[in-house]
């Protein structure tokens, strides 16, 4: 069982940066591909990126490319996402999850996910 709990979500003008944390309980966080996703109100949930269990790959959707950068601390049991040149469309609650398998872009190839943490940006 992994519990995953995210952090790090706010208000933030358009053109800013944050950084969301997912903090991972157990001592398994290292056996576990790790993804971010998102979900927009009134939106299908979307695939943001993801990173290999040592985390020497990352992968990311198309549109976000450039912007979002995702890494992970084995030792702190975290995964991160920096959120750079943030624009109003990519207000939405932001999940992070863990997967036994290579990091996929399916959200159904999760198997734990966090509760949410909002993520406003404002013009």
């Known amino acids: 069982q992994v519990q995953l709990v995210e952090s790090g979500g706010g208000l933030v003008q358009a053109g800013g940066s944050l950084r969301l944390s997912c903090a991972a309980s157990g001592r398994t ?3 576990y591909a790790m993804g971010w996703f998102r979900q927009a109100a009134g939106k299908a949930r979307e695939y943001v990126a993801s990173i290999s269990r040592g985390g020497a790959s990352t992968y990311y959707a198309d549109s976000l490319k450039g912007r979002f950068t995702i890494s992970r601390d084995n030792a ?3 995964v991160y996402l920096h959120l750079n040149s943030l ?4 207000t939405a609650v932001y999940y992070c999850a863990a997967s036994r398998l290579y990091g996929s872009s399916r959200s159904t190839e999760y198997d734990y996910w966090g ?5 406003t940006v404002s013009s």
């Open 29 to 31: 966080f290292s056996s």
């Open 76 to 78: 702190k049991n975290t």
């Open 87 to 90: 624009e109003r469309e990519d």
């Open 115 to 119: 509760q949410g943490t909002q993520v």
